[in-house]
């Protein structure tokens, strides 16, 4: 069944990172992460959003049952955000996604631990049974750390995203209760 309102990320901590619920505070940061070329070259972002697109992003999705977002905080500092979306309560089905701000911190382990958290708390918390996620082809550090928590490719939309002068295929991912179970040992 889904809440009954406002569904934000509650905390999760991890060893190198904690999950926690995003604040109006952290919109402006945001707003500085999605302007950057190197962030949004893996992403279907093509424009930065402004402080007030951002604003009403953050209102809807306080607001919205069949989301969970969180912000991703190493060492107190919020390096990302990441959530899970579209949640189909009857189905269990949800889409899912992640994002490190800044490449200085990009290769710290931040993103898999992000995706492990997060991963845990739909299936153990919100009782989920399928995942999707899709990622652009050259995302290579994306695909990696969705595999180490159990997602499998499922599918290539080829040529779904046009940038910088040429197309890009995208991969899908698709991650079952049973799989991520074996893999984690649970
Ligand atoms: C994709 C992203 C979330 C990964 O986060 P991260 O914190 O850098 O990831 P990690 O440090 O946990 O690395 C994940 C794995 O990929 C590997 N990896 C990272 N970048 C890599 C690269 N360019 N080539 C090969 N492997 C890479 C890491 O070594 C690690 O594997 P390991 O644990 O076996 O060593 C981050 O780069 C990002 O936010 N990019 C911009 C936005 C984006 O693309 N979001 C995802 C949209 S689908």
Redesign the pocket.
């Known amino acids: 069944m889904p809440p009954e309102k406002d569904v934000l990320g509650p905390v999760l901590k991890g060893d190198r990172v904690t999950l926690r619920p995003p604040q109006e505070e952290d919109l402006p940061l945001f707003c500085e992460w999605f302007s950057r070329p190197e962030?949004t070259r893996?992403?279907l972002t093509r424009f930065p959003p402004s402080l007030e697109a951002e604003r009403e992003w953050f209102a809807r999705t306080t607001a919205s049952r069949n989301d969970v977002v969180w912000v991703i905080a190493a060492a107190d500092r919020a390096v990302?955000i990441s959530g899970i979306h579209q949640i189909e309560w009857i189905n269990r089905t949800a889409i899912t996604?992640?994002?490190?701000g800044d490449p200085a911190?990009?290769?710290?382990?931040?993103?898999?631990?992000a995706t492990r958290l997060r991963t845990g708390f739909a299936f153990d918390e919100l009782n989920l049974e399928r995942l999707e996620?899709s990622?652009l082809a050259h995302?290579?550090?994306?695909h990696?750390?969705l595999e180490?928590v159990g997602y499998t490719r499922i599918g290539t939309r080829r040529h779904f995203h046009y940038s910088r002068g040429q197309w890009y295929d995208a991969v899908m991912f698709e991650l079952l209760r049973e799989d991520y179970a074996a893999k984690s040992g649970t």
């Open positions: 962030v893996t992403l990302g996604g992640t994002l490190i911190d990009w290769g710290h382990g931040f993103g898999s631990e996620t990622s995302n290579v550090g994306m990696r750390a180490k």
